[in-house]
């Protein structure tokens, strides 16, 4: 009778491993950034930085100046500019990350084929109670743009770091224009 129970107790105790192991959070989940999440106009506050996303912008072309010159950068998509305003909360810090998740599932990067832009924010860095004004860039695929979600981090592997989520609800009312002309602090 002992060993019935001893075999017993042995099935049960590896039951109860194998739910443990199919349920328990992986690796990925345990260490994944923490979301931070709001709606255009909002300011969100992350554990580095700040930012306010205040104004989206669609257009055919994007035309803005650099190096003396007028640059013309053309898609076969839609370039999506997004004005924000950030901050660095603490410390010094650079934003390096930027996606624009699709409803799809797609994720696209930060465009850098506009990397002559002084005024993109990756090319900023932020100070504590100091905050700059620059653009999030984005060529992106016109049945994509309804629903995204812009994901914003210090950088792209950051465990356990914040990451900014922006609802882009109502993206698809934005009027796409021929050309998006931006000036020299990105505010076409």
């Known amino acids: 009778m002992s060993a019935l129970r001893s075999i017993a107790a042995a099935a049960a105790a590896l039951t109860a491993l194998a739910v443990m192991?199919?349920?328990s959070p992986g690796y990925a989940d345990i260490t994944r950034p923490i979301a931070v999440s709001g709606a255009l106009g909002e300011r969100l506050t992350g554990r580095q930085f700040a930012i306010r996303a205040e104004r989206l912008r669609l257009g055919r072309s994007l035309v803005y100046e650099a190096y003396g010159r007028r640059q013309v950068l053309t898609t076969s998509g839609v370039w999506a500019l997004l004005?924000?305003?950030?901050?660095?909360?603490?410390?010094?810090?650079?934003?390096?990350a930027a996606n624009w998740q699709a409803p799809s599932g797609a994720s696209y990067a930060a465009s850098q084929r506009a990397s002559s832009l002084s005024a993109a924010l990756s090319s900023l860095t932020l100070q504590p109670g100091l905050e700059r004004r620059g653009v999030l860039v984005f060529e992106l695929p016109e049945d994509q743009i309804a629903r995204g979600v812009v994901r914003v981090s210090r950088a792209a592997f950051a465990p356990l770091d914040s990451e900014i989520e922006i609802d882009m609800r109502g993206a698809e009312a934005v009027t796409?224009?021929?050309?998006?002309?931006l000036g020299t602090e990105g505010d076409g």
């Open 21 to 23: 192991q199919r349920t």
């Open 83 to 96: 004005d924000v305003s950030a901050e660095a909360v603490g410390e010094t810090v650079a934003i390096t």
């Open 176 to 181: 796409i224009e021929d050309e998006l002309v």
